[in-house]
């Protein structure tokens, strides 16, 4: 069987592909996967280093810049021509959009060839490209059951979950005393992302410089682009915080966390969910469409986590929600029946199954 995936520019599109292309390799003897990205995103450097086939293509979102996006237009317009080379050449069974700018001359191309076209949709509010594109796929995948109102002129619509939620079921835990954390102590983990959040560490000064979180442990994650002397600089007087930039198994420390404070990324949100711990879920206000408040009221009205927006968020008010979770048995209970309906059914396998039903 031949594949042709393409995703990029963040984790939240690259990581769940990955998830996908993992499937295939395991269940078909004589798979070829060829992984079309961007030529200057983080998939140039993390696909290749999976052994998988990678060809780039010269291509940028649109912004604000006429100049730019003119010449956007004209490499857009290239990828294509390029993506019409490729598939020509490579002969796929089937071409599987897992989200991104990169996609749309790539899903184009594939339609253009009437090879069969997969996409999958991770937020709850689709994003423009999945959205321009949804009308060219023989199928489209979605994280949320809500997504489907917003793509009527997809042939098909389905129901699958979030890749994310079975990196549950294979995970690694990671024993809290190894990064110098009791075992006395209940454990908090913050994590805003791989790359950080300047805003919400402001915010999170006042919290973490208090006494409020005496009675426990805060594993904080920082994120890659934040400065993270300086920012230890600014909690000097926080007690019981450990700071790292990056954690390589996230879903490891998740999983011997008490209690997650998260932005809310569709990828994270079900790795919480796969996991089944009780969550306090900042979304950021800074993303397209405002898609980490939808997704989190979704998952929050369905009784599966705890929204705080991040205009609410002060020292006080975290606090009495952390203590919410990590002292009442009952509410982290009420959060736990819930996320079981999301846990039924593996969204890789379904996923599989549905591109395999489409390409016979």
């Known amino acids: 069987m031949r594949i042709i995936v393409s995703a990029g520019g963040s984790g939240g599109h690259i990581y769940p592909a990955l998830k996908i292309i993992e499937k295939f390799q395991k269940e078909e003897k004589n798979l070829e996967v060829l992984y079309i990205g961007t030529h200057n995103r983080m998939e140039k450097d993390i ?22 996006d003119i010449k956007n237009v004209f490499l857009i317009k290239k990828a294509y021509q390029k993506c019409l080379k490729i598939m020509q050449e490579f002969k796929p069974d089937v071409v599987i959009g897992i989200g991104g700018y990169v996609t749309y001359p790539v899903l184009k191309a594939a339609h253009k060839l009437r090879i069969k076209t997969f996409i999958h949709e991770q937020n709850s509010r689709p994003g423009k490209v999945n959205y321009l594109t949804s009308k060219y796929a023989d199928l489209v995948g979605v994280t949320f059951e809500s997504s489907q109102t917003f793509l009527k002129k997809a042939k098909k619509v389905v129901y699958t979950g979030h890749p994310s939620l079975d990196n549950a079921t294979d995970v690694v835990k990671i024993d809290k005393t190894t990064l110098g954390f009791t075992k006395e102590k209940k454990l908090v983990l913050y994590v805003a992302g791989s790359l950080g959040s300047a805003s919400l560490n402001q915010k999170m000064q006042d919290f973490l410089n208090s006494n ?3 009675n426990y442990e805060i594993l904080y994650i920082v994120g890659n682009n934040v400065n993270l002397s300086e920012f230890q600089d600014q909690i000097k007087d926080a007690r019981h915080v450990k700071l790292v930039p990056y954690m390589d198994n996230l879903p490891g420390i998740m999983a011997e966390s008490d209690l997650i404070i998260s932005r809310a990324g569709a ?17 950021s206000p800074n993303v397209a469409n405002n898609h980490q408040y939808y997704n989190a009221l979704e998952l929050e009205q369905n009784g599966c986590i705890e929204m705080l927006e991040e205009k609410d968020l002060t020292k006080e008010n975290l606090s009495q929600l952390i203590d919410k979770y990590l002292n009442n048995k009952e509410a982290v209970y009420e959060l736990k029946k819930n996320m079981a309906k999301y846990q039924k059914e593996s969204p890789v396998q379904k996923i599989y199954d549905l591109i395999k039903d489409l390409v016979k």
């Not at 990828?267 to 979304?283: A, C, D, Q, T």
């Open 47 to 68: 696909v290749p280093q999976k052994h998988i086939k990678y060809e780039s293509l010269e291509i940028y979102g649109f912004t604000k810049d006429i100049k730019r």
């Open 212 to 214: 409020l979180h005496d």
């Open 267 to 283: 990828g994270v949100l079900f790795e919480i969910i796969g996991l089944g711990k009780p969550s306090i879920i900042i979304p």
